[in-house]
């Protein structure tokens, strides 16, 4: 996170928000987003990697050597 947050206190000096700058905010609800998806999907089957490597390949989208 980079020194350009700042903080807003309340009377009492304790921090009640944040203010950050735009793209690091995109950036945390991004990775919030990533999280979330991961945590719905980690009980689905997966699908070997021989299988995407053959879909891939036969899409022109990887070298089948690869």
Request: hydrophobic share 35%.
């Amino acid at each position: 996170m980079s020194r350009n947050v700042q903080y807003v206190t309340d009377a009492t000096g304790e921090r009640t928000a944040v203010i950050l700058p735009l793209d690091e905010y995109e950036e945390l609800l991004e990775d919030l987003h990533v999280t979330r998806i991961a945590e719905e999907t980690k009980d689905e089957p997966g699908i070997p990697w021989e299988e995407v490597k053959a879909q891939l390949t036969a899409e022109g989208k990887l070298d089948g050597d690869a």
